[in-house]
């Protein structure tokens, strides 16, 4: 049957003639207040032990009480409709709510149907402080890819255990031999099902990122067969015509001709890869409507400033990188920005298609979707879309089409502002953007900013700074006030030269005066001799 295992429904039809077992989970003895202590490890009747229990019955009573009433509220706004905007309008506002990001929303949505639908005995223990709330959500993960009828059957084993005195370890042990029983499929997406791409730009910002193909292995292996023959046949084409002196093909940078030596395999199989032509079965692939953009500060392009840069708006890119892909770049489109502010310098327009140019800067500015919450990147795909609507008839009567007046959107989030489900209004004076989701929340979102990097702000403000200081002491100078008249420019010639006469002296062997600072030395030392006058100059005031 290869790697094409039975997708997890398939599970159910096993079930119509078995149930998982219901065995017996209990605690050697209850978990009073002392045997909580014991097990904690702290000696009794200390502040340790009171700490312990404050926390215990924190846990038992008031946290879980704010849990079940937060997922009880949460579960009121899921609705069964698979793809529809109601869903995408509540799990919004449930994001909002609980201040996280879109995705995060619809999963607390989803996990909060499910406590409540599927696993109601389970989550009355929660409700009674009996089932702590991380082994909940534990339970909650694990029978995600089971059917409904199959969770109900977990609730009613799990809610049967003495799950108010098991220890942790127990209870995971017990949970996790309980959805194996139904079968692989359960617990573990199929191969085929997590065939995926995913692109990671490193954390460090180093200016590299990972492409990760996921999939069923014998699809990976010929692909990285052939990956591997084809860079092998490259190799082998470059070192014959190094030998023969023929041409070299598949000379990408030029590395070869230069250095004499033919690629190595690793750096072959990644151009081969990158630059192959992408087989989408005969179907028409537009060309990109943008380009990929680099938004390099111009500091950081003169070399006077370190500060990064940012590939498609999101991912940063070192200073260095940038600079080089700049000189490498046929063309500049040079974008004015607000110094304080990160704004766009630009202009409004009456007509209302979207200019390229001002889609471009768009897209700079809203590189993910700007519905607050949805991470969705629109550098490509998105949408540019009037805030107030544009009038057809009466151009100056509606919205301009302005960068104060456009924003990107995703596609679904376009669709459903289009539909009036969602209702942004700017304010004109902050540039804060108040969303109406639906009938149901009401949220703030400052217009991105960013495109002046922190570091860049500061540099410029410092300069500022700087700057100002250099006139004020300019102005000072010029007025005469720090001159000196010609008697104090002789009087402190005259202090440093007895100074450095005093000094000597006392560092003399025979005056002992740095030998130890403790000894009072000779009482009598009638200390060092007198200079001879300068320009008829006494000794000076000390
Ligand atoms: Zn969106």
Same mark, same amino acid.
């Given at each position: ?95 909002? $709510?609980?201040?996280?990001? *879109?995705?995060?929303?619809?999963? @607390? %949505?989803?996990? #909060?149907?499910? =406590? +409540?639908? /599927? ?40 809610a049967a255990w003495q799950v108010d005195a098991i220890d942790v370890e127990r209870f995971y042990r017990e949970l996790r ?37 996921? $999939?069923?292995?014998?699809? *990976?292996?010929?692909?990285?067969? @052939? %990956?591997?023959? #084809?860079?092998? =046949? +490259?190799? /082998? ?110 202009? #409004? ?105 922190r570091e860049l702000g500061q540099h410029l403000r410092r300069a500022w700074e700087q700057y100002e200081a250099d006139l ?71």
């Amino acid at each position: 049957m290869g790697y094409d295992d039975a997708p997890a429904g398939r599970a159910a039809d096993r079930l119509a003639v078995a149930e998982p077992p219901r065995k017996t989970i209990r605690a050697r003895r209850p978990l009073t207040p002392q045997a909580l202590v014991e097990r904690a490890d702290v000696a009794p009747r200390t502040a340790e032990a009171a700490t312990v229990l404050r926390i215990y019955r924190r846990r038992r009573e008031e946290h879980a009480a704010l849990y079940v009433a937060e997922m009880r509220d949460l579960a009121s706004l899921w609705t069964e409709e698979d793809e529809g905007d109601e869903k995408t309008l509540h799990a919004l506002a449930a994001a909002t $709510g609980l201040r996280t990001k *879109l995705g995060r929303g619809e999963t @607390r %949505l989803r996990d #909060a149907h499910v =406590a +409540v639908t /599927d696993l109601p005995a389970c989550f009355s223990r929660v409700a009674a402080g009996e089932l702590p709330t991380d082994w909940f959500e534990w339970l909650l993960r694990s029978v995600l890819r089971l059917t409904s009828h199959q969770r109900r059957q977990v609730d009613e084993r799990v809610a049967a255990w003495q799950v108010d005195a098991i220890d942790v370890e127990r209870f995971y042990r017990e949970l996790r031999l309980l959805i194996d029983w139904f079968g692989r499929a359960a617990v573990q997406e199929t191969p085929r099902e997590q065939r995926a791409v995913h692109l990671t730009p490193s954390p460090d910002g180093d200016g590299t990122g990972c492409l990760t193909v996921v $999939g069923p292995i014998p699809e *990976l292996l010929a692909l990285g067969h @052939r %990956l591997d023959a #084809a860079a092998r =046949a +490259v190799q /082998d084409a470059q070192r014959r015509a190094l030998e023969t002196g023929g041409t070299i093909l598949y000379d990408v940078d030029g590395d070869v001709a230069r250095d004499g030596r033919h690629m190595p395999l690793s750096a072959l199989r990644y151009a081969i890869l990158t630059r192959s032509r992408l087989d989408t079965g005969g179907v028409e692939v537009p060309e990109p409507a943008f380009r990929l953009s680099v938004v390099v500060p111009v500091l950081t392009l003169l070399g006077r400033s370190n500060a990064p840069a940012t590939l498609d708006g999101t991912i940063p890119i070192p200073a260095r990188m940038a600079r080089e892909l700049a000189a490498k770049a046929p063309a500049f489109e040079r974008v004015l920005a607000d110094a304080a502010t990160g704004d766009y310098a630009h202009a #409004a327009s009456k007509t209302y298609r979207v200019s390229r140019a001002m889609a471009e800067n768009l897209r700079l500015i809203d590189p993910v979707c700007a519905v607050p919450g949805c991470d969705c990147t629109v550098m490509s795909v998105g949408e540019s879309d009037h805030i107030e609507e544009f009038d057809l008839e009466h151009p100056a009567r509606g919205g301009p089409t302005a960068i104060e007046n456009l924003h990107r959107l995703c596609r679904r989030h376009h669709r459903m502002k289009t539909a009036g489900l969602l209702d942004p209004v700017r304010d004109e004076t902050t540039g804060v953007t108040r969303w109406r989701i639906g009938e149901i929340a009401v949220c703030d979102a400052r217009r991105d900013g960013d495109l002046v990097t922190r570091e860049l702000g500061q540099h410029l403000r410092r300069a500022w700074e700087q700057y100002e200081a250099d006139l004020e002491f300019e102005a000072i100078l010029h007025s005469g006030a720090l001159d000196e008249s010609p008697q104090e420019r002789l009087d402190a010639i005259e202090e440093q030269r007895w100074g450095e006469h005093l000094l000597e002296y006392w560092s003399r062997p025979d005056t002992g005066g740095a030998e130890d600072p403790d000894d009072p030395g000779d009482p009598d030392d009638p200390g060092p001799p007198g200079l001879d006058p300068r320009c008829g100059y006494g000794p000076p005031p000390f």
